[in-house]
């Protein structure tokens, strides 16, 4: 059975819920306990999802002029996850996460865009769309990072 990053957040996520809401009715949680927890759990979660499009990068970045449409999707696909990866961090985490997200989301626009060019490429400028396309997904992952690490600061 294949593990998608799907099935892989969705775990992730669940684990999370049990833990944060585990409690004893006779164990009292302080708030900075709660945030710890979030922080944590927020982290495992960007982990997850970092290390799912990694491997989904991997498999499309030789894709050929002639699966370019899969490797639109695939990049749709891995931008999606990074999406809901910065999503399901709490923005009460840490200050620093406003700035972070503001630069995902600059970069997610410019991913967004070269997917355009990737949807127009011709085999001529396959390979050279196909590189911006790597440096824009870098940059979006970078993005990504700083707003993971944004929780646990």
């Known amino acids: 059975m294949k593990i ?3 099935i892989a957040l969705l775990a992730v996520l669940s684990s999370a819920a049990i833990v944060l809401t585990g409690c004893s009715k006779e164990s009292k949680t302080t708030a900075e306990d709660v ?4 922080a944590t759990a927020a982290k495992e979660i960007a982990t997850n999802v970092k ?12 894709y050929s002029f002639e699966k370019k449409d899969d490797f639109a999707n695939g990049i ?3 931008a999606q996850k990074t999406d809901e990866g910065v999503e399901s961090i709490s923005d009460k985490t840490a200050p620093a996460r406003a700035k972070a997200v503001a630069e995902y989301k600059e970069a997610r626009a410019a991913l967004k865009t070269q997917l355009g060019n990737v949807r127009e490429a011709s085999s001529d400028t396959w390979s050279a769309t196909k590189e911006k396309t790597n440096e ?18």
């Open 136 to 153: 824009a997904w870098k940059a979006v992952q970078a993005a990504y990072e700083k707003v993971k690490d944004s929780a646990t600061s």
């Open 4 to 6: 998608t990053p799907s």
């Open 51 to 62: 290390d799912a499009a990694v491997n989904t990068w991997d498999s499309i970045k030789n």
């Open 76 to 78: 749709d696909h891995l």
């Open 35 to 38: 945030a710890h927890d979030t």
